[in-house]
């Protein structure tokens, strides 16, 4: 059992997630977007995890119910892995498998937020995306600039707290602090570099992290805010070191790799 603080996440807590990650070595199954499938499978290598890509849909029921953990990421979604998605996430839920719905660019183009509103019936153990994701897959909003947000995670937390208590979940909302609820509980995770924002696939692979330590932790909202404390100390590490964006995202795999204690982590209530 995870110690806990009165939020619910504490020092102890999280040392305990990620060892609790590199014992298990979670699978986790994922159905993500064409751009970021090198950078999603790695980093969950470099935690300690094992990735999968299995987006076809005679194949993806089956998987999704043998795995850890699987992530539903709608970044580049077409009509064959959108049914990929429905199926997997069908499966998850029915095996008792924590799977994770990442709402990429929702509120802004129809069809992929006419899914992600029907994946939620599928009960997302953790919902992961920016302010304006969150906001507009609650109903409080309509969307951000694409991939960009154009609101605050603490301007979401209200639809983030509605959206915990409509599926009974998390809901992460990334941001420049990131904030974590599961409905009655809400932690903030600080830190990190403003790199990621400029690293393809950053905020994709944080989603496939968060459902690798609800895979090991077996707790929503530890393993939620251990991913995000596991990355946020990794962005500090690598962009005290880069030169760049460029430089950055290799450095920050390895960051991934050499963070083996999540105690320093800004993470309050």
């Known amino acids: 059992m995870l110690a806990k603080g009165r939020h619910g996440v504490d020092a102890a807590a999280l040392t305990a997630a990620r060892s609790a990650l590199s014992s298990a070595a979670p699978l986790v199954h994922c159905l993500t977007n064409t751009v970021v499938q ?16 299995v987006d076809e849909p005679r194949e993806a029921e089956g998987f ?24 997997a996430a069908r ?23 006419d899914l992600a509103a029907e994946l939620l019936d599928s009960r997302p153990a953790v919902v992961r995306g920016n302010a ?40 992460a909302v990334s ?11 809400t932690v903030r995770v600080g830190g990190g570099s403003v790199l990621l924002t400029r690293t393809t ?8 992290l968060v459902a690798a330590y609800v895979a090991a932790t077996g707790d929503p909202l530890t393993g939620a805010v251990a991913a995000h404390a596991h990355v946020a100390l990794a962005a500090e ?9 460029g430089t950055f995202a290799p450095l920050w795999l390895d960051a991934l790799d050499a963070v083996t204690d999540l105690s320093a982590a800004q993470v309050t209530a």
């Not at 696939?201 to 496939?208: D, H, K, S, Y």
């Not at 590490?237 to 964006?245: I, S």
């Open 38 to 53: 090198t950078l999603t499978a790695n980093a969950l290598l470099a935690v300690g995890a094992a990735p999968a890509m």
């Open 64 to 87: 999704a119910a043998v795995a850890s953990a699987v992530l539903v990421n709608v970044g580049t979604v077409n009509q064959r892995t959108a049914e990929a998605m429905r199926l």
């Open 91 to 113: 499966s998850a839920a029915g095996a008792g498998t924590p799977w994770v719905l990442d709402p990429v660019a929702v509120g802004g183009l129809a069809f992929r937020t």
């Open 132 to 171: 304006s994701e969150v906001m507009a897959l609650a109903g409080a909003g309509s969307g951000g600039r694409g991939v960009d947000s154009t609101a605050s995670a603490d301007e979401a937390l209200e639809a983030a707290v509605a959206l915990a208590g409509r599926t009974g979940g998390v809901v």
């Open 175 to 185: 941001g420049e602090v990131d904030v974590v609820t599961d409905g009655s509980r």
């Open 201 to 208: 696939g950053a905020g994709c692979a944080l989603g496939a």
């Open 237 to 245: 590490a690598a962009a005290a070191v880069a030169a760049g964006p």
